[in-house]
């Protein structure tokens, strides 16, 4: 593969096939997709759906169609059997993040859940992500990992999500109805008749159909991540994955992610504020690709909160020259006990450490040459 950072959505038909348990039936050959792709150096972040089934035979119902609060329950139970049935197959850590559609709303806890990951794949672990179903009750109800999994996606700054199911990917026609539907191999522009192609889910326990994995692409294509629906019961599609081919349906993204996000960070978000830094600094930005610490800021000016979009200025001279901006991981109350200070002495300032940068490479994007 060509990406250096994949989000991979594993949906419930997946991990539990008849819907009273985990099974390894498709999880193994999901799992040898991703020891694969760590071999090769590409970041892998799971997202997955089947907690609620995993649950099930736990948790008395009686229906076919569960109530919230038994989804929930179910949910719990199965939350833990889930983890436990993707960690066998696997020789190095994995980890679980709990979230919902609120915490990737919230600029603090957005950022949290940016540095965890990035703290996780810096240690070759894997983060196994699903949505916090035994709270998020309009989130269960609706259905949406699929979408969950594009805006993690876009959290992560992937290249590429790929949503597994048991469906082949999107057909001009219902495959379930009519015998001579076709396979649509590469989709360019998510239009309405692109939407209209999508049907129900038959599966009760599954909480998302074509539709929602529709709309998990064009959320993820419009920030410039090239999204696939493939069939992951098939463990020859992912040897042709490896191989950059093709076997179920990709949707073309628009532009290059890397451009995306530096383009929104540059001319969309507004400087709260702007620290000072000193010419190494400058040089280590602008050369070498490196993050900001806080040695290398010798003031700052505004009032900002964590997560905000603050100007990074070099004063050469007593002509101040703006280098860049980018998303601090501290407050200005808290930035100006650290600055000048080596990262190493950070907890022992200020109680804590969130972040041994102030502003991650990831974070920033550059204007000019001081």
């Known amino acids: 593969m060509q990406y250096k950072r994949i989000v991979v959505k594993v949906g419930s038909a997946l991990v539990s096939p008849d819907g009273q348990g985990c099974s390894g039936k498709h999880v193994l050959a999901i799992a040898g997709f991703i020891s694969a792709?760590?071999?090769?150096?590409?970041?892998?972040i799971l997202v997955s759906s089947g907690s609620v089934a995993a649950g099930r035979s736990h948790i008395a119902h009686g229906s076919n169609n569960?109530?919230?609060?038994?989804?929930?329950?179910?949910?719990?139970?199965?939350?833990?059997?889930?983890?436990?049935?993707?960690?066998?197959?696997?020789?190095?850590?994995?980890?679980?993040?709990?979230?919902t559609h609120g915490d990737l709303k919230d600029r603090k806890r957005y950022l949290n859940i940016k540095n965890t990951v990035r703290v996780l794949l810096e240690n070759r672990a894997l983060p196994i992500i699903n949505e916090n179903d035994t709270v998020a009750t309009q989130e269960?109800?609706?259905?949406?990992?699929?979408?969950?999994?594009?805006?993690?996606?876009?959290?992560?700054?992937?290249?590429?999500?790929?949503?597994?199911?048991?469906?082949?990917?999107?057909?001009?026609?219902?495959?379930?109805?009519?015998?001579d539907a076709k396979l649509i191999p590469?989709?360019?522009?998510?239009?309405?008749?692109?939407?209209?192609?999508?049907?129900?889910?038959?599966?009760?326990?599954?909480?998302?159909?074509?539709?929602?994995?529709?709309?998990?692409?064009?959320?993820?294509?419009?920030?410039?991540?090239?999204?696939?629906?493939?069939?992951?019961?098939?463990?020859?599609?992912?040897?042709?994955?490896?191989k950059n081919e093709n076997p179920g349906t990709h949707f073309i993204a628009k532009g290059n992610n890397l451009t995306a996000k530096k383009q929104w960070l540059?001319?969309?978000?507004?400087s709260a504020g702007a620290v000072h830094v000193d010419k190494g600094a400058v040089n280590a930005l602008?050369?070498?690709?490196?993050?900001?610490?806080?040695?290398?800021?010798?003031?700052?000016?505004g009032d900002f909160a964590k997560g905000a979009a603050i100007d990074i200025i070099y004063l050469d001279g007593a002509l101040p020259k703006v280098i860049g901006k980018g998303i601090c991981q501290y407050s200005s109350a808290d930035l100006a006990r650290i600055q000048g200070k080596g990262s190493q002495h950070i907890e022992d300032i200020l109680g804590y450490c969130p972040s041994q940068e102030v502003i991650h490479r990831d974070d920033f994007v550059l204007s000019k040459k001081a």
């Open 37 to 44: 792709c760590h071999q090769r150096e590409i970041e892998v």
């Open 66 to 99: 569960p109530s919230i609060a038994a989804k929930q329950a179910m949910a719990a139970v199965g939350q833990m059997q889930m983890m436990a049935n993707w960690q066998r197959f696997f020789d190095f850590s994995c980890s679980q993040l709990l979230i």
């Open 140 to 179: 269960l109800k609706v259905g949406d990992n699929d979408n969950l999994a594009a805006l993690v996606a876009m959290v992560v700054d992937a290249d590429a999500l790929l949503i597994l199911s048991d469906v082949d990917g999107v057909f001009d026609k219902d495959p379930r109805k009519f015998g």
């Open 186 to 242: 590469v989709i360019d522009e998510i239009t309405q008749e692109i939407y209209d192609l999508a049907g129900g889910t038959s599966n009760h326990l599954a909480t998302g159909g074509m539709a929602t994995k529709i709309q998990a692409a064009d959320k993820a294509c419009q920030q410039g991540i090239d999204t696939y629906i493939v069939n992951g019961t098939m463990p020859y599609g992912f040897e042709q994955l490896l």
């Open 266 to 270: 540059k001319n969309t978000l507004k």
């Open 286 to 301: 602008q050369q070498s690709g490196a993050s900001l610490l806080p040695i290398g800021v010798k003031g700052l000016t």
